[in-house]
C-alpha cells in the first residue's frame, strides 16, 4: 500500500495535490484542461475500491478513457495531467519515486492520422475582414483583431497581451516589437500597412494610445481599462464566422492561414517561420545563416484590404 491511498478517501488532501499540479503550468488554457482530467480521474479513482495509485492503476485508466470514444489528444492530455499528478505527489513524499517513474512511463494512445488543421483563402479571408460593422467601435476593434491575425499571425494570447509600445517602427516600416511568445521567446513581427491602418482606425476611435491596444467595448459603446482576455478573442470570432458563412474555424486557424497566405505569395520558407516565432526558428537561422528580413517580409503579400 503506498502513501496516497491512505490520503485516497481524504478529498482535501487531493485537491491539495491538484493545485501543485495546476500551479506548475502557465498557460490557462493547459489549467482549465488538467483540471478538468484530474477531477475525472479522482472522481473515477474514488468510485470503487483501487490497488494504490500506481501503473496498473495509472493503465486501467487509460482503458477506461478509451472506453468512452475520446479522442487520442483529450485521452493523451488526461495521461499526462496524471503523470504531473505522480510527479508532484512523489516530490511532496506521497508516493514513492519508483512508483511515480512507473506511472510516468505510461504512454498515451497512438493519434489517428495528422491533424492538418483548417485555414482561409484569400476571399475568405477579406470576406472574414469585412464582416465586422466598422460603424460601430466594437466592429472597429473586432476588424482590427481580425487584422492582426490575419496580416501578423499571433496567436490570441498574444494579440491580448499586445500594447502599444509593441507597434514602433523598425528599417521605415511598422513592426509589432519585442513580442513575447510561447515560452517565453521574443520575436519582432513586420506588420503590413493594411493591418496598422485598421489598428488606428480603431485606436483613433476609442481614443487609446498608450497600454493594451485591444480593450473590451461594453454595451453602452464604452471603451474599458482593462486588457482583453484570450477568451473573448476566441469568442468573438464565432458570430462573424456564422455571419461570413464561413466553415466553423478557431482563432489558430487564422494563424494558420496567415502561413498558407504567406507562402502562396511567394514568401520564403524560414522568413514565415521567423515571422511566426515557431520553436525551429533558432535552429533555421543557425543552419541557414538567414536573418530576418524586415525591408521585403513574408506577410507584405497577402494583399488583403482595409476601407476606410
Known sequence: MNDLMVVADRTAEWRKLKALVLDSVSSPITKRVYNLGLDEFIAWYMQEPRPGFSKATVAAWRVHLEGRDLGSISINVRITAVRKLA??????GLLAAEIASGIGRI??????GVRTGNWLSLAQAQLLLNTPNIATLKGLRDRAIFAVLLGCGLRRSEVAAMTFKHVQQRDNRWCI?????KHGRVRTVPMPTWVKGAIDAWADAAQVS?????????????VCRERLS??????????????AGLPPIAPHDLRRT??????AAGGELEQIQMLLGHSSVQTTEKYLGTKQNLVYAPNDGIKLMVDS
Open 87 to 92: 510527479l508532484e505527489a512523489a516530490d511532496n
Open 107 to 112: 504512454k498515451g494512445v497512438p493519434t489517428r
Open 177 to 181: 516589437v519585442d513580442l513575447v511568445g
Open 210 to 222: 498608450d497600454g493594451h491596444v485591444f480593450r473590451p467595448v461594453n454595451r453602452g459603446a464604452k
Open 230 to 243: 484570450e477568451k473573448v478573442v476566441w469568442q468573438m470570432l464565432r458570430p462573424y464566422v456564422t455571419a
Open 258 to 263: 496567415t502561413a498558407k497566405l504567406c507562402r
